[in-house]
């Protein structure tokens, strides 16, 4: 590992690496990401359509990209807080609102993500209903604790779900759903606090005809720039944040990292 970190060193930097911003790291940062359940999924073409209404197809197919995560140290390495760009031996550079509309599809123009607290009045026995009805996915009572909800359950009815012309039309909503939180909560923002995520991510899928109305982009970029920033000044060493766009958005890693 700590080899790879040296190759890529020398690619992006001069011998004595004076576009390094706050100095070598010791180890590459660990990324969270939780994006098994979405690898290799065949998808039936209404749950394609879904997605693509979201604006989070394009996501979904990106989050299948391998993570390199000494490729991803090295560039925090180069990453400036202060102006929230990189120093490259090309010279400086940066991830645009532009760049996530294209490389990731996400909409950036469009309603903040903010949790309204739309299902803090309900009971267990409420909630549970409500993700039955929603997701096709029942959370026990273990799962929830204090705002939180393990994921793996639902990772796992994604992978042993196969929607086929024999399903309804609204099992396949049902399933696009399940898909667009996990991508949500595993990948575009992936919690660095172990197998959980906030329930209030849920409400954010209620109505399925506002669910592509949200500015997921800028909430990403928003994201990424915070979790590099934090990294590249010490107070990282977990990152959370969709570190996929920043391996896809600078032209000069195309040579060490190709897709």
């Known amino acids: 590992m700590q080899d790879s970190i040296v190759v890529y060193r020398r690619l992006l930097s001069d011998p004595q690496a004076r576009h390094i911003s706050h100095g070598p790291m010791s180890r590459a940062f660990q990324i969270k990401h939780h994006d098994r359940c979405l690898i290799g ?60 509309s294209i490389l990731t599809g996400l909409p950036i123009c469009g309603r903040p993500i903010i949790f309204t607290g739309l299902l803090s009045s309900l009971s267990h026995r409420q909630f549970t209903n409500y993700c039955l009805r929603k997701f096709g996915w029942t959370p026990s009572d273990s799962e929830i604790t ?49 197998d959980r995520a906030s329930t209030q991510f849920i409400e954010l899928f209620d109505d399925e005809d506002a669910i592509g109305d949200y500015s997921w982009g800028s909430s990403v970029l928003a994201l990424l720039y915070r979790e590099m920033s934090l990294a590249a000044v010490g107070e990282r060493v977990t990152l959370g944040g969709f570190m996929r766009v920043s391996l896809v958005s600078l032209p000069e890693l195309h040579s060490v990292f190709p897709l």
């Open 41 to 100: 999924l065949e998808l039936d073409s209404r749950v394609v359509g879904w997605l693509h209404r979201w604006g989070l197809y394009e996501a979904f197919k990106l989050s299948r990209l391998p993570l390199n995560c000494q490729l991803i140290t090295v560039l925090i390495e180069r990453w400036r807080p202060e102006t929230r760009t990189f120093f490259l031996v090309a010279g400086e550079a940066t991830i645009t609102l532009a760049d996530i």
């Open 146 to 194: 204090k705002g939180l909800f393990q994921f793996k359950p639902l990772a796992d009815r994604i992978q042993q779900t196969h929607i086929t012309a024999d399903n309804s039309d609204e099992d396949a909503l049902m399933y696009a759903r399940a898909i667009a939180l996990m991508l949500v909560i595993g990948v575009m923002f992936p919690s660095t606090a172990g």
